[in-house]
């Protein structure tokens, strides 16, 4: 099928009924996010989804001990919020003997986790919670862009922009970020049983998918992406157009259909 094509009725029957398929907590069980499971609190949840999506790049067996290990550090001293405010990780993070510039996890640091939670303390101590946080942030990036007559940026950028130099947080201009835009997806996306929807500010439609391997692969299988399309903004954001033929309001919940059918062999 050419990509310029619209969806036709069969694929588009075809992507809702796996949706329907995969959008389930039973699914993702072994899924980064579990998190979302973890916490009730909001204000824990936010931060402990946001680190455990920066950890998600891998293999799930790889990653997900060493996000559990950072939250149960943290939930000895009180969850996620009150571990990263108070600035406890930086005497408990980095076990005895161990040098800040040994790895954590694959190419990250302990030094550049204690680089990511800093950040997230001075956020915490400047906000009442991260979610006001980056809606300040995008608010002003977003007038910013009408001074000068450009676009909206997409919310992923806002976050990018918080966390400049932070080596843990995807930045770039043509990155896919496919890390911040499955964190986007858990914190914006409404009734959904997997994704919270905290951020209630921000308009689901606006969301990018997150693009992973698997998302790529099926996406070419069926059509909706060129043969050679590789892991970029640009990308991203032709297939969220793709998506809206089915969902106009909620493009990601394609995700579910992609990455499930993707994973689930």
């Given at each position: 099928m050419n990509n310029s094509k619209p969806i036709s009725e069969e694929l588009a029957k075809y992507l809702?009924?796996?949706?329907?398929?995969?959008?389930?907590i039973k699914f993702f069980s072994g899924d980064p996010s579990c998190i979302l499971c973890r916490y009730t609190c909001p204000e824990d949840l936010e931060v402990a989804a946001f680190i455990a999506a920066m950890?998600?790049?891998g293999r799930r067996d790889q990653f997900l001990p060493k996000t559990e290990?950072?939250?149960?550090?943290?939930?000895?001293?009180?969850?996620?919020?009150?571990?990263?405010?108070?600035?406890?990780?930086?005497?408990?993070?980095?076990?005895?003997?161990?040098?800040?510039?040994?790895?954590?996890?694959?190419?990250?640091?302990?030094?550049q986790l204690i680089d990511l939670f800093s950040r997230l303390n001075t956020i915490l101590n400047e906000s009442e919670n991260f979610g006001l946080y980056v809606k300040r942030c995008h608010s002003k990036l977003c007038q910013e862009r009408i001074v000068v007559?450009?676009?909206?940026?997409?919310?992923?950028e806002s976050i990018s922009l918080c966390f400049k130099g932070c080596a843990i947080v995807p930045q770039g201009a043509n990155s896919a970020k496919k890390r911040i835009h499955m964190f986007l997806r858990w914190m914006v996306r409404q009734n959904s049983p997997?994704?919270?929807?905290?951020?209630?500010?921000?308009?689901?439609?606006?969301?990018?998918?997150p693009l992973d391997t698997h998302v790529i692969q099926q996406g070419i299988k069926m059509g909706l992406?060129?043969?050679?399309?590789?892991?970029?903004?640009?990308?991203?954001?032709?297939?969220?157009?793709?998506?809206?033929?089915?969902?106009?309001?909620?493009?990601?919940?394609?995700?579910?259909?992609?990455?499930?059918s993707g994973v689930d062999k």
């Open positions: 809702i009924n796996l949706a329907d398929k995969y959008e389930t950890l998600a790049f290990y950072i939250m149960d550090l943290a939930d000895k001293k009180g969850g996620p919020k009150a571990w990263l405010q108070s600035g406890d990780f930086n005497k408990d993070f980095i076990p005895n003997g161990i040098d800040s510039s040994a790895k954590f996890y694959r190419f990250y640091s302990y030094g007559g450009k676009e909206e940026p997409l919310l992923a997997v994704d919270k929807g905290f951020w209630n500010w921000y308009e689901p439609s606006k969301l990018i998918i992406l060129p043969l050679n399309a590789t892991a970029t903004e640009k990308t991203a954001r032709i297939l969220t157009d793709k998506l809206k033929e089915i969902w106009p309001l909620d493009p990601c919940r394609g995700d579910y259909a992609l990455f499930g």
